[in-house]
T-cell receptor
Framework: GIQVEQSPPDLILQEGANSTLRCNFS?????LQWFHQNPWGQLINLFY???GTKQNGRLSATTVATERYSLLYISSSQTTDSGVYFC?????????????FGPGTRLSVLP | DAGVTQSPTHLIKTRGQQVTLRCSPK?????VSWYQQALGQGPQFIFQ???????QRGNFPDRFSGHQFPNYSSELNVNALLLGDSALYLC???????????????FGQGTRLTVV
């Protein structure tokens, strides 16, 4: 089955710093989503981005489907950005079926 | 517009017991998927329901079963609980556009199950 890798596994930043999180996947996908999991376990939708570039405030994301990777950019980080960031892909051979999650990047933003 | 809602939020069960978790999808969605998330790991797909049928299943034993009701809400049942079933169980809803698959998934807040 498809493999999803995320890097780095852990990231510690000072408030105000910028960061880039990466998601690599091993096969073609129909969909890709980025989530932020807060300390209470809620998965919060950040981007639905099977291809192209999107921006939402201080966050932006780019997916290059032909090269099988996606990047999540966080600018001017805040302590509330802390948590685990997951990339999830819907494999093309499981069209409409389910998401495969990466292992996550744990972000800690220090005041 | 209510998002995806799950109940209960926390649950403690004894090994060998049975448990039922519930999920109501986001308004307009017709597809419900269940995931298990062990501590420190990413969510793992259990199964997906569409039109009251199990459409696909992940690598989970038959002790895990589910149901979808005509109003699209869903239940996850786990029989003969093991200590290793302790996890956060997440429900996701998507779809709602008959014939179209590429729709964004939204997750509930999860049910944290502890088996003692």
């Amino acid at each position: 089955g498809i493999q999803v890798e995320q890097s780095p596994p852990d990231l510690i930043l000072q408030e105000g710093a910028n960061s880039t999180l990466r998601c690599n996947f091993s096969d073609s996908v129909n969909n890709l989503q980025w989530f932020h999991q807060n300390p209470w376990g809620q998965l919060i939708n950040l981007f639905y981005i099977p291809s192209g570039t999107k921006q939402n405030g201080r966050l932006s994301a780019t997916t290059v489907a032909t090269e099988r990777y996606s990047l999540l950019y966080i600018s001017s980080s805040q302590t509330t950005d802390s948590g685990v960031y997951f990339c999830a892909v819907e494999p093309r051979d499981n069209y409409g079926q389910n998401f495969v999650f990466g292992p996550g990047t744990r972000l800690s933003v220090l005041p | 517009d209510a998002g995806v809602t799950q109940s209960p939020t926390h649950l403690i069960k004894t090994r060998g017991q049975q448990v039922t978790l519930r999920c109501s999808p986001k308004s307009g969605h017709d597809t419900v998927s269940w995931y298990q998330q062990a501590l420190g790991q990413g969510p793992q797909f259990i199964f997906q329901y569409y039109e009251e049928e199990e459409r696909q299943r992940g690598n989970f034993p038959d002790r895990f079963s589910g149901h979808q009701f005509p109003n699209y809400s869903s239940e996850l049942n786990v029989n003969a609980l093991l200590l290793g079933d302790s996890a956060l169980y997440l429900c996701a809803s998507s779809g709602g556009l008959r014939g179209m698959w590429n729709t964004e998934a939204f997750f509930g807040q999860g049910t944290r199950l502890t088996v003692v």
